[in-house]
């Protein structure tokens, strides 16, 4: 089979669309005289103005670019182009032909039969063309699909799914909740019914596979679509998430399967991205436990915000590996220094700090696993606790602009170490704050998709291995957020706190834990408690129901950032607090971990532990605040 290069296919439609302009021409003249044959005197002033349309026609259609335009797609936009090319070109060949011949032997009305006649054979060879090469693609083969939405992203999905060569997929129906799309038809394909008639759908149409072309839904409604998709038992696909598709790219090539992030996610979130530049760019930023979860997204996004530089202190050597292999690579240009060492290294800290003198401290190392840290007090209070005075003290000592603590919903009515350790830093920076030149800011939130030592790793590795899947209680709830936005939020944060904030993320409705361990199933291909079984183990060592965001003590106020709220901190008393700090330490360097558990105590009382009466559920609402958190507070060092 001959096949045309596209500068000989330019020149057979060049050929075709003069061959269009002399035919529209002499049949308007043939027109003009009802299809009798044309007067002698009349054809030849036609012919003597040929060229002249010719030109003025000829020129306009390449002026409105018919020839960028693809035959096999020709559609809309190209019929626009050939009205406006027709239509300037009869204009210009009437004017210039006016000029020439004052309309002698040429009628007027030719000019409009030209331009009619001009469109039809300009657009009609095209639009055939297409439909020729197209028609083959509404054939019956391939797996018969129902495509959940009938806008433009379904649109676009079907017309993909006709295009596709292979012809794998067969369109069959479409399902929206849209009444207005009742019973029409795109591209041939009929609008079936609403989302929640899905499963009678495609039961009478023996549908073989469903999917979802919906990429703008929240998770809410993604959450109600799949709950339908799944009770049909017919596989089912979606289209990449509105922010994750290319402009005006949607194709078949990027259906993918449904993942957890789409019916936990969150709505976009809108950010303050040029308060957030300023405040980072031609900053020197350091980044502690810059390996981990959170840390590591904090030097993606503090990359991208144009740093003096980025310093990252992570004491896992793999973790800074990692992440220095992956800024060199995506970030040649940035100025980057990594140091592999530990928050509780005071030498090796004050090293960086004196050497470095960042404008911006985001601390992120802590130890955070529950469970195991109820056993390891010692190594809890260490990195957490001490770990934080260290660094937070340091970047005083070095006059940093802004210090970031990272925290955790755990530290409120702790009823764990970890927890109790985390409210303890809490406390220490908004202590330092109201001594300090530099702005000690909280941030507090509560778990994140598939970071690091998270239950959703867990599961999925659970899932693999064939089950059990373990849940500890069908009644627990956790609230969840994803790593990037976790990270944005925090960014912004630090724009907009003045010191000694406590902000508390709007991490959304709670997550009912074994609904997710279900979802995890069966988005797997299998059935919760036939194919994978759901164990419930109770409640580990210092594990709670429910957690909470913020204290009662703690009134929330509006920072006018919909995602972001304050907890009006409780005043701290600062004249005690190295004392109790230097005890902490001594019980440390001693291995005294009762004396550890009774400090954390001293300082957090409404820190449950296991065995207390609440234990494994919520801390005590409205407990004792610590004694020395009561309206006294010390002026800001000058």
Request: proline letters at 5%.
């Amino acid at each position: 089979m001959t096949r045309f290069t596209p500068l000989k296919n330019r020149a057979l439609v060049t050929l075709h669309d003069l061959a269009a302009i002399l035919l529209a021409w002499l049949g308007a003249f043939w027109l003009r005289f009802n299809l009798q044959g044309i007067p002698s005197e009349f054809l030849h002033q036609a012919l003597l103005m040929l060229p002249v349309v010719l030109i003025a026609q000829g020129g306009m259609l390449w002026y409105f670019g018919l020839y960028r335009g693809v035959w096999r797609f020709a559609s809309l936009p190209d019929l626009v182009r050939i009205l406006k090319a027709a239509v300037a070109g009869v204009a210009i060949a009437a004017v210039a032909i006016f000029v020439l011949t004052r309309l002698i032997l040429i009628p007027r009305s030719v000019f409009v039969l030209d331009g009619l006649l001009l469109v039809l054979l300009l657009g009609g060879p095209r639009l055939v063309y297409r439909w020729v090469k197209d028609r083959h693609l509404y054939g019956t083969t391939g797996r018969k699909v129902l495509i959940v939405g009938a806008g433009r992203a379904g649109e676009m999905l079907v017309r993909d799914l006709l295009r596709d060569p292979e012809r794998s997929y067969q369109p069959v129906a479409f399902v929206d909740d849209d009444p207005g799309k009742r019973h029409k038809d795109i591209h041939g394909i009929p609008v079936a019914g609403t989302v929640d008639e899905m499963p009678a759908i495609a039961a009478d149409i023996d549908v073989e596979l469903i999917l979802i072309a919906l990429p703008s839904a929240i998770s809410a409604q993604m959450r109600r679509i799949v709950g339908v998709c799944e009770s049909t038992g017919i596989p089912f696909r979606m289209l990449p998430r509105m922010e994750d598709l290319v402009t005006g790219q949607i194709s078949i090539r990027e259906l993918r399967e449904v993942k957890l992030d789409d019916l936990l996610g969150r709505e976009a979130v809108s950010l303050d991205w040029q308060a957030i530049t300023r405040g980072t760019q031609g900053k020197i930023v350091l980044v502690s436990g810059g390996g981990g979860s959170i840390g590591s997204e904090l030097c993606r996004q503090i990359a991208r915000l144009d740093p003096a530089r980025l310093i990252i202190l992570e004491q896992s050597e793999f973790n800074l590996y990692a992440i220095e292999l992956e800024l060199r690579r995506e970030f040649p240009d940035l100025p980057l220094v990594v140091f592999l060492g530990s928050v509780t290294d005071a030498v090796a800290v004050e090293q960086v700090l004196e050497a470095h003198r960042p404008n911006i401290v985001f601390h992120a190392a802590a130890y955070k696993h529950v469970p195991m840290l109820e056993g390891q007090v010692r190594a809890a209070v260490a990195n957490n606790v001490l770990g934080t005075r260290c660094l937070a003290s340091l970047a005083d000592k070095y006059d940093c602009e802004t210090f970031v603590m990272i925290s955790t919903d755990k530290a409120v009515n702790p009823s764990n170490v970890m927890g109790a350790t985390k409210r303890v830093a809490e406390i220490y920076c908004q202590g330092l704050n109201a001594c300090s030149n530099t702005r000690f800011i909280t941030v507090r939130f509560g778990n994140v998709l598939g970071s690091a030592g998270s239950v959703i790793p867990l599961f999925q590795k659970q899932i693999a291995a064939g089950g059990p899947v373990t849940v500890t209680h069908p009644q627990i709830t956790r609230y969840f957020m994803t790593i990037p936005e976790a990270a944005q939020l925090i960014l912004q944060a630090s724009v907009i706190g003045q010191g000694g904030e406590i902000f508390v993320l709007d991490m959304g409705e709670p997550v009912n834990i074994a609904y997710l361990a279900e979802q995890l199933i069966l988005l797997s291909g299998k059935r919760p408690g036939v194919d994978i079984e759901i164990v419930y183990t109770g409640l580990r060592p210092g594990e709670k129901l429910y957690e909470e965001l913020f204290h009662e003590a703690e009134q929330l106020i509006d920072t006018g950032h919909p995602k972001i709220m304050l907890a009006h901190s409780r005043p701290i008393d600062v004249a005690d607090m190295e004392g109790v700090f230097s005890e902490l330490t001594r019980a440390c360097d001693t291995n005294s971990e009762p004396r550890l558990r009774e400090l954390l105590r001293t300082l957090v009382p409404e820190h449950l532990e296991q065995g207390s009466p609440a234990t494994g559920l919520a801390g005590p609402r409205g407990a004792t605040i610590c004694a020395w958190e009561n309206s006294s507070s010390q002026p800001r060092k000058n």
